[in-house]
């Protein structure tokens, strides 16, 4: 029977002694961890951009450069208000269940006179716990339901008094039964959910008194721990090393104590390693578990059973170290304050006499090398108590001389605690009047000072906020403090104060990166960019690898103020999964400015959530920019489209919109690239006329000249004033000079060509004016419909570049099949067979105009031979001219401009009996081409092949306001020829 209880007391005492070492462990890692990585940081990014290139192209001598706006995003550092969970009062409320279950159990242990003494501190808990704010029993007496509570612990605790037979083991069982019962009851009745927070909160005073009990009561353990520490291996002899061992580690101990003290109570730190106080106060508390089995013999009187003492005093363990971690867990430096400081004066007191009392008593058997320890508490000469009396006497004086700091920090805390259980439960008014009552006891305290600064900031009083902030950085302080009232003043626009508050911050915190961010990006809004790039730097090198923001802000600021990239040796970093996106957006920024093509592929793991956040979309964007300046190109239309087509990122719609444009370009899918732009202008170009002016240009690059000048011609009037120049060339090719003119003067007003005067004379004559490659160019533009062919292309050998011969070819030949000019195309390709080597580019030209003029004469054998099948051109020709099959799907885009594909490839479809592909092709073309006759044309003949007479009808009625009035004569012409044909048709079905 006494060994099935001495297995359920060890079981027990295990699990106490894990609780402990839990609490241990948990103080530990906060200290650890620091009061700012608590706090936390959040990220305040915004976004800025940089016009930088897109692409380029040369039509006429004249070379267009379109720009885009690259994004980048520069972050700042955002302290974080000081919040912590609702379970932190739970998890401190269950400690102390355990540890006043632990504490009751041992009492009953006592003598009378003892016990009743103990469970009188208990009693005064019971009452300051507040359990009248539960209302629990409130009709009959607001107290009524604390007295059921104490009647029922004084009870209990007579009952297991006066048994004696009981055993600790049940009654702190029972203790922990009881504990759990009354919480059940509480939480079931009570009328607040946080009743928990608000007992805890409530007793603290007692739970305060409890704690600096037990630093009193362990201020001796680390002597004594010493002393066994140098003579628990001592078997005699008479060289006195135990007493050199014991006061030379008493001597270290002794300034360790001294410099802490230094840097708590008079911040004087030579930066020397030292152990803190909270790691004394861990130490003490570990040895403590084996003096106090030594020190039983001091406390026989008090006590009828073994082991008592060492209950007790792991019961106060348990509620001392789980007061010191709720503390700290809730941010609260003033009672961490109280701790440190208390345990450095009480250690201090106490170690003194403590080396008096081992020296007066046992020097002589330490001399003789004997285990000491195995009577230290058997004294001499001075007894224990006596001298304990003078430590406290010391211990006294000493909080004298430092005025009493720990009472007034005390109640600071006590109000700090009742101002967060305010704020648990949405009274800010109440909160900031206790965080208030704080400020009386300590105007300089973190805490209170913090969450005032939180308040204000939330009801945007921001001066009084300021005002918070930085007296929360005057005393125990973080980051944060400096961060938030220097951003305070940034909103103010007070940036040189803001620059001088992070200056503080640095002094006070040399290696925070946090601070040399946002100090760089202070000097960015002065324009001080050597010190913004400085301070990011030396950031950066301060936090080593953990500085993917200060890097990312580095590229910003460098690609803003358009460094060199001599300059940026480290900062361009390789990208890969773990690269944070917003480096990825500067570094690709940075690369767009300089039109630099990166090597790395695209990163789908930077996109791993369905809602984008600006970062992403800004990547996605930035990608699709820096793809026109590479070779190759990784087509990630699958990865646009899937959050393009996602409700949730409608926010991000017109960035993605056009990422997929860009996406399409880069992947020869020009139609998909012009729809995606088309879709920009009609929903967002009202105010923008930026995508009217990529369709325009890209619709007069290809020499699409009605398209162009519609869209080139909104982009002007919608403010994109560079759309002019391009504007009055293509107006040059489709009005007459007078009308042409009007458009041009436009242009020199706004000086945008260097030297005007050889288009003023082309614009005025149709003579050359110098034998220069410029001056053929442009006498052939302005004047190639009222000349011959001869004239045209005897000047056009002339002009030493192929490219720019090829391209006044096709304007040429271009013109020829939109006016129908059978004879003079004819006469154009004669020219040219004689007088150029075939290539690939020629041919498709000649191949192009013989078949949509439908030219029988010409022998094309020599041009078939030179097509490069391998392109999509290639592929066209030799399919309409050999009856190949080189046409695939992904062909198609590529060649949606080019009006023969149109004519062949839609009646091949219906040929396929492929009717809807058919009609969705030509309506496809007719929509991005309305001013198209070809396309007209297509249109009306796969409508009557469909039956879609009606369809056929509208298109031809619509021709005749967008096209020439000789282009609307042949589409009605064909209109009518077709319309007999299927009355014939249905006259036969009939």
């Not at 990220?43 to 706006?69: A, C, M, R």
């Not at 009743?195 to 600096?212: K, N």
């Not at 520490?229 to 008479?238: D, Q, V, Y």
């Not at 040429?812 to 150029?836: C, G």
Request: with cysteine; net charge negative; aromatic share 16%.
């Amino acid at each position: 029977m006494e060994n099935h209880s001495f297995n359920k007391e060890t079981i027990v005492k295990y699990i106490s002694i894990t609780a402990l070492i839990s609490n241990i462990l948990i103080l530990l890692t906060l200290k650890i961890e620091g009061l700012s990585e608590r706090i936390g940081w959040g990220i305040n990014g915004y976004v800025d951009t940089i016009k930088t290139p897109l692409f380029d192209f040369e039509k006429w001598q004249t070379v267009f450069s379109i720009q885009v706006d690259s994004f980048l995003v520069l972050e700042n550092y955002v302290g974080n208000n000081i919040t912590f969970s609702t379970e932190i009062y739970t998890f401190y409320g269950l400690a102390l269940l355990i540890g006043f279950s632990i504490f009751l159990g041992s009492i009953s242990g006592l003598t009378r006179i003892w016990h009743a003494v103990l469970f009188g501190i208990f009693a005064l808990l019971i009452g300051t716990l507040h359990l009248e704010n539960l209302q629990i029993l409130s009709s009959i007496h607001d107290k009524a339901f604390t007295g059921v509570v104490l009647l029922i612990y004084i009870a209990v605790s007579y009952y297991f008094h006066v048994k004696k037979t009981i055993n600790f083991t049940y009654r702190l069982l029972c203790y922990l039964f009881i504990g759990g019962i009354l919480s059940s009851i509480i939480s079931l009745l009570g009328n607040t959910e946080y009743w928990i927070a608000e007992s805890v909160s409530y007793s603290f005073g007692s739970l305060a008194i409890l704690s600096l009990l037990f630093v009193l009561f362990i201020s001796t353990a680390i002597p004594f721990g010493i002393l066994f520490l140098t003579s628990f291996k001592n078997i005699g002899g008479n060289n006195g090393d135990s007493a050199r061992h014991f006061y030379v580690f008493y001597t270290i101990y002794s300034l360790n104590l001294v410099y802490a003290y230094l840097v708590e109570f008079h911040s004087i730190d030579w930066g020397l390693y030292y152990i803190p106080p909270a790691l004394l106060f861990v130490i003490s508390t570990v040895v403590g578990l084996y003096i106090i089995k030594q020190q039983e013999e001091l406390f026989h009187i008090a006590v009828r059973e073994s082991q008592i003492i060492y209950w007790i005093y792991l019961g106060g363990s348990i509620i001392a170290t789980a007061t010191y971690c709720f503390h700290l867990a809730i941010f609260d430096t003033s009672f961490t304050h109280v701790m440190d400081q208390s345990i450095l004066i009480l250690f201090i007191g106490f170690g003194f006499v403590s080396v008096i009392y081992i020296s007066y008593n046992f020097y002589d058997v330490l001399k003789k090398n004997l285990p000491a320890y195995k009577v230290a508490f058997k004294p001499q000469n001075i007894d224990f108590l006596s001298t304990w009396a003078i430590g406290l006497l010391l211990s006294i004086g000493l909080f004298y001389i430092n005025n009493f700091n720990v009472y007034r920090n005390s109640w600071v805390a006590y109000y700090n605690g009742l101002g967060d259980i305010e704020l648990l439960q949405d009274n800010a008014y109440l909160a900031e009047e206790r965080y208030n009552f704080s400020n009386m006891y300590n105007s300089w305290n973190f805490k209170g000072n913090y969450m005032l600064g939180s308040i204000a900031e939330q009801n945007k009083k921001y001066s009084a906020a300021y005002v918070r902030f930085d007296k929360s950085s005057k005393e125990t302080t973080t980051p944060q403090s400096f961060i938030k009232s220097a951003q305070l003043q940034v909103n103010n626009k007070n940036l040189l104060e803001a620059i001088l508050i992070l200056q503080k911050g640095i002094q006070q915190f040399p290696s925070n990166k946090e601070i040399y961010n946002n100090l760089a990006l202070s000097f960015y809004e002065i324009n001080e960019i050597d010190s913004t790039l400085f301070y990011l730097d030396k950031g950066q090198k301060i936090s080593g690898e953990d500085s993917n923001i200060l890097s990312s802000n580095f590229l910003g600021v460098a690609t803003l103020s358009k460094t060199d990239i001599t300059k940026l040796e480290g900062h361009l970093n390789e990208l890969n999964n773990s690269t944070k996106v917003s480096e990825a957006v500067n570094q690709l920024a940075y690369l767009n400015s300089n039109a630099v093509g990166g090597n790395k592929p695209f990163i789908p793991d930077f996109l791993a959530d369905s809602l984008l956040n600006g970062d992403q979309v800004s990547y996605i964007y930035n990608y699709t920019i820096n793809a026109t300046f590479r070779d190759g190109y990784n087509d990630i239309d699958k990865y646009i489209s899937k959050y393009l087509n996602n409700y949730e990122n409608s926010e991000y719609k017109q960035q993605l919109l056009f990422a997929s444009a860009l996406n399409n370009l880069n992947s020869e899918k020009y139609y998909s690239s012009w729809s995606n732009f088309d879709e920009l202008s009609n929903k967002y170009g009202q105010t923008n006329g930026y995508y009217d002016f990529l369709l325009g240009l890209n619709a007069f690059q290809n020499n699409k000249f009605e398209l162009a000048y519609e869209h080139l011609n909104t982009a002007f009037k919608t403010g994109q004033t560079s759309a002019i120049y391009p504007l009055a060339l293509v107006a040059s090719q489709l009005k007459s000079k007078v009308e042409s003119k009007k458009i041009w003067d436009n242009v020199f007003k706004l000086n945008m060509i260097e030297d005007p005067s050889i288009i003023k004379y082309y614009l005025d004559n149709d003579k050359i004016r110098d034998f220069t490659a410029t001056d053929y160019v442009n006498y052939i533009v302005f004047n190639h419909k009222k000349k011959s062919v001869q004239d045209l292309f005897q000047h056009i050998l002339k002009i030493s570049s192929e490219q720019n011969q090829i391209e006044l070819i096709e304007l040429l030949l271009q013109d020829y099949i939109s006016n129908r000019d059978t004879d003079k195309a004819i006469a154009l390709i004669k020219e040219v067979e004689a007088s150029f080597t075939l290539n690939n580019e020629l041919a498709t030209l000649i191949l192009h105009t013989n078949y949509l003029l439908k030219i029988s004469s010409l022998n094309i054998d020599d041009l078939i031979k030179v097509l490069d099948t391998t392109s999509a051109e290639g592929k066209l020709y030799s399919d309409i001219y050999k009856n190949t099959n080189f046409l695939k799907n992904e062909d198609v885009e590529s060649l949606f401009w080019n009006d023969a594909f149109g004519e062949f490839y839609s009646s091949k479809l219906i040929s396929e009996e492929k009717t809807e592909e058919a009609y969705q092709l030509v309506s496809d073309l007719l929509k991005v081409n309305p001013y198209s006759e070809i396309a007209t044309a297509n249109y009306i003949r796969v409508c009557f092949k469909l039956g879609l007479k009606q369809y056929a009808e509208s298109s031809r009625l619509e021709a005749e306001y967008l096209l020439s009035s000789s282009a609307s004569n042949r589409i009605n012409e064909l209109y009518s020829r077709l319309k007999i044909e299927y009355q014939k048709e249905i006259s036969t079905w009939e």
